[in-house]
């Protein structure tokens, strides 16, 4: 259908007439005048820098680039002399046709509103206006060749300048959010503040690594503000002899370096779907409380031996994470297993890097616990204090919340002590593409469905099923995970499949249907078939079998009477 559409692109006059024009656009970097676009190949250029639609599950390959590429993409974005300078505020102002749709990239703003109307994604390209397109094209590994770096120099119009002070002359002083970073614009807010917010769910499983600017962020308090220079860990236990305290630099140095691929997922992640069943207490999700990072750090467990903890525990039973983020009674604060934390295979991260990058802020700059295999909530950020106890965490994240209840528990008779608090998810999995309300072409036979599925305590996915005819039957899909060994398969796993569509059962329906998937881990854990069975006030692990509903023109005298 996409192929169908993006032809149709090709050959409307509007599309030929945008490649006559496109010599008058020329680019200044280097201080040399390019023709972007040869009146000759105008459309085939057009049609290089607009076809973006992904790969399924597309990483990264820097082998598919040859030098020229690598070159033209490194030099990108740079500076250049004699253009006007433009500050994020000032491109946010253009994200409409309106005003004329701007777009930065690394040191570079651009003008993009011409092409925005001949991009066969449309849905994609607006949802970066008004912002960077580096995320995206993080994601999608296509845009990262020469001809289409020139075509996006030949729509620049400024330099982009990072102004710091801006924060700082807009800042509330009596507002503790004041000092919270900026987000990127395609990010679907559930709450400013505390900032909570989803990637769109037509990028989620786009790609197998989240971008840093399109990874979830649940924040349960302000982000703190916090001096890299200044910053220490504090580890301290009920059999350690003394408090030992690191810098940054000291963890960076005395320890080896390890990185793993990770899912974070909140416990809270599709809370909407319990809320349609009967209202539950927590902020509101759709699917998109779910990403997959590359973190690299030092292992917990070697910290931990530093530190003089007995590598078999010595009768601690816990380790309690304490963040620097706060509110003016307390801390964040979580627990995992000592088991899991001491586990010389378990991968527990004290972590510094998010995708090769330094942590940015809403991710726990400068240091954060990565727990793989754990519910998001123990993962605490901005992490200044570990501590080894016999007990769990103290902490309201622990002790009050991040609990799941049986359907007849409600607020008058719930005890938060008879329930123990989560760790490893239950199986998972969602629909990404379609989305619900999806019309598909008249002529469509087969409804491509692509989504992802995830199953904590490192538990791979052996299998996603997919049906379109209310279960009566179902089609197994292709799935695509990286190379994690039993037991540690950390990361999510993207799946795909064409199915086709029940043209005699839809008759009866006018042509609405539901897809709807579920999956099984190598447990042999598949989700609950209904909301309903697994409602709990609080709405947390919602994992039953994911259905989008979506139709399909039917002529008229085909439809049952």
Known sequence: MFRRAFGRVCSSSTFRAAAARAPARLAVANRRVVPLLAASAGAASIAAFLWHQPVAFAESKPDEHDAADTEAFDNAGKFVEGLPSYTRADVAKHATKEDRIWVSFRQGVYDITDFVELHPGQDKILLAAGGSIEPFWAMYAQHQHESVVEILEGLRIGNYVRDVNDAARDADPNDPYAHDPDRHPAMVVRSQKP????????????????????????????????????????????????????????LK???????????????????????????????????????????????????????????????????????????????????????????????????????????????????????????????????????????????????????????????????????????????????????????????????????YAFSGGGRGIVRVDVSVDGGQTWHNAELTKPNQKYQHAWAWTLWSVSVPIPEEKIKATGGKFTVMCKAVDDYYNTQPETVESIWNLRGVLTNAWHHVDVSKPVPPSSVAL
């Open 195 to 250: 900032f909570n917010s989803e990637p769109p769910i037509s990028l989620l499983a786009d790609n197998m690594v989240t971008p840093n600017d399109l990874f979830y962020i649940r924040n349960h308090l302000p982000v703190p503000e916090i001096d890299e220079k200044d910053y220490v860990l504090e580890i301290t236990g009920e059999n350690l002899p003394k408090p030992v305290r690191l810098t940054l630099n000291e």
């Open 253 to 451: 140095y005395k320890f080896p370096h390890h990185t793993t691929q990770a899912t974070l997922q909140c416990a809270g992640n599709r809370r909407n779907e319990m809320n349609q069943v009967r209202p539950v207490r927590g902020g509101s999700w759709d699917i998109g409380a779910i990403s997959n990072a590359n973190w690299t750090g030092v292992l917990l467990r070697d910290v931990l031996v530093y530190a003089g903890l007995d590598p078999h525990g010595g009768g601690m039973e816990h380790i309690h994470f304490w963040g620097l983020d706060r509110d003016f009674e307390k801390h964040y604060g979580a627990s995992i297993r000592a088991s899991k934390a001491l586990d010389p295979e378990g991968e527990v991260l004290l972590a510094f890097e998010m995708n090769g990058e330094p942590l940015p802020k809403d991710h726990g700059f400068p240091l954060r616990a990565i727990v793989p295999g754990v519910v998001g909530a123990r993962n605490v950020k901005w992490l200044n204090k570990i501590h080894a106890s016999k007990d769990e965490s103290p902490s309201h994240w622990q002790q009050n919340d991040y609990k799941s209840f049986g359907p007849n528990t409600d607020w008058a008779n719930v005890d938060f002590t008879k329930a123990p608090s989560i760790q490893e998810p239950p199986v998972q999995s969602a629909i990404t593409l379609p989305r619900a309300g999806t019309v598909l072409d008249a002529d469509d036979k087969d409804v491509f469905v692509k989504g």
